[in-house]
């Protein structure tokens, strides 16, 4: 069974940074692109960034471009998102996911970061 | 890049059929059949329920269907049932530089 688990969440004054991690099991983790998606409280989904399975592509919405830097580590089959510069409207859950070509196939529980002073 | 545009509701008595439209442009919707619909109850993760147009995942109930046409995608629920009042978002493949967009989203509710 393919699971996904974050964590690292939790409440940060603006200009902090945070490192969210998820933790992958049931699947061969270094086949796959991986990607983390955010959703703000009562809105609806968006996409932050996806990670190639070698690390060798990486891409960034323009919003998070320069502040958040996605990482994985295929040993641990483990996924990261580093944040730094965080803003108000950087308040989301977090989710990490695993694409399936051009697709979301499977999604973890989400972490929640809250961006206040 | 913009959001893909999505009704904000829609609904149907058991039993009924629902379709929601997902609205983008030729560099999303219109440029690939890499359009995938996503289901989400209060509280829970995405599931994804159609992927690259029209392909329901293992598990995925035949009363889920996708289509396309032009710059507009369509998801539409038959035999409309409880469980499915949830809110539901498309997405598109839009490029390399910024590949994954999503709709605005439609909360279903069944009356």
């Known amino acids: 069974e393919v699971q996904l688990v974050e964590s690292g969440g939790g409440l940060v004054q603006p200009g902090g940074s945070l490192r969210l991690s998820c933790a992958a099991s049931g699947f061969t983790f270094s086949s796959y692109w991986m990607s983390w998606v955010r959703q703000a409280p009562g809105k609806g989904l968006e996409w932050v960034a996806n990670i190639k399975q070698d690390e060798s592509e990486k891409y960034y919405v323009d919003s998070v471009k320069g502040r958040f830097t996605i990482s994985r580590d295929n040993a641990k089959n483990s996924l990261y998102l580093q944040m730094n510069s965080l803003r108000a409207e950087d308040t989301a859950v977090y989710y990490c996911?695993?694409?399936?070509?051009?697709?979301?196939?499977?999604w973890g529980q989400g972490t929640l970061v809250t961006v206040s002073s | 890049q913009s959001a893909l545009t999505q009704p904000p509701s829609a609904s149907g008595s058991p039993g009924q059929s629902v379709t929601i439209s997902c609205t983008g442009t030729s560099s999303d919707v219109g440029g690939y059949n890499y359009v995938s619909w996503y289901q989400q109850h209060p509280g829970k993760a995405p599931k994804l329920m159609i992927y690259e147009v029209s392909k329901r995942p293992s598990g995925v109930p035949d009363r889920f269907s996708g289509s396309k046409s032009g710059n507009t995608a369509s998801l539409t629920v038959s035999g409309l049932q409880a469980e499915d009042e949830a809110d539901y978002y498309c997405s598109s493949y839009a490029g390399t530089n910024n590949p994954y967009v999503f709709g605005t989203g439609t909360k279903v509710t069944v009356l």
């Open positions: 996911a695993r694409l399936g070509g051009s697709y979301y196939h499977y």
